[in-house]
């Protein structure tokens, strides 16, 4: 018999979660916190697949009240934005068992560690497994009202438990599920190897003049040379962080070729014009959108905390964030996942490194 599988959150990627898996024959549960959010799943009663997964799953239960999901389930996939894992958190505490898989899809940087700080300040005792996923699995987008297209399954995504020395337990019980992931040495490489930090908040605070403009153009495929060239400056000072605390993390380039099919180019700006698979993302229509919402706390406030705790200078990386905060109206310095949110603020590199392992 296939395990109970929770699914939390109800947007893109929970769709396609959730109808993958119901397809492949396991029994899955959605909760999500706002009821407009779900009524067209309710009267579907499941999600249709179109693209490279398709068919229509049918779920088990859709509801608004969160305990039948998460105390039935062996397998809870968090699957929304970064900036709710902490309203996760304390959702699922009062229902988690021991024994119980949580995996962040994705963690963007310091996920699982937020996560687990909110379980300990609610005085959990179940002995629960988190995980974190550098990236979604899927390439998708809502196409209807309980419908998702999925363009693309990623090859390979890689994931680490925290403490790391529960990789292992993870992936042996995740593989049957999801081969495609892979172990990470830890939730630094996977929070550090944020891409979506680099891509998704420079293009759009660069961009911000022709996104007001009102005029339609592709999100990656109409980005310019010179954004790229900054991404480029930015994800140095990422690589520049991982170093300092012995982790291999990817460069972008390296990382789209590992992700997509097809990639070619030896510069960023020309892998990110061969993939296929982001043709035809537009761009939003504004900068109040979860590209600076989500990816400036959740991605480049923590790297920048790493990489002071680290004393490595980020100022591409902290100066972007200081436009986002301005152009926004928003501290996100205050708000974002700093290392007291992270649970490391006052350690050293060492200190970090020791409570990422979990290793006696």
Known sequence: ???????????????????????????????NKFAHEIADLQ??????????????????LITTDIAPVVANADFIFVVVPANAHAFMAEACAPHLRDDQVIVLNPGRTGGALEFRNVLRARGIKARVLVAEAQTLLYTCRLSAPARVRI????????????????????????????????????????????????????TTILSVGRIESGAPFEFYRDLTPSIARFIEVMDAERL????????????????????YDGITGDTLYERIQSNAAYRGIA????????????????????????GRIANVPMPACEGLAHVACALSGRDFWRDGRNARQLGIEGLNVTQVKTLIKGET
């Open 43 to 60: 009267n579907a009663r499941g999600v249709t697949c179109e693209g490279v997964v398709a068919g229509f799953g049918a779920l088990e």
């Open 240 to 259: 520049a962080v991982a170093r300092a605390f012995g982790v291999r993390a990817q460069s972008a380039c390296e990382w789209l070729a590992r992700s």
């Open 1 to 31: 018999m296939n395990p109970p599988i929770a699914i939390l959150g109800a947007g893109n990627g929970a769709h396609a979660f959730a109808g993958d898996l119901a397809l492949r024959g396991y029994p899955v549960r959605v909760y």
């Open 151 to 202: 363009s693309m399954v990623k090859r390979e995504v890689t994931l680490a438990a925290l403490p790391a020395c529960d990789t292992a337990r993870v992936l042996e019980r995740v593989n049957p599920l999801f081969p495609q992931f892979v172990a990470a040495a830890d939730v630094l490489e996977t929070g550090l190897d944020n891409i979506g930090a680099m891509f998704h908040p420079t």
């Open 283 to 306: 761009a939003p229509r504004s900068i109040d959108v979860r590209y600076i919402w989500e990816d400036v706390p959740m991605g480049l406030v923590p790297m920048v905390a790493l």
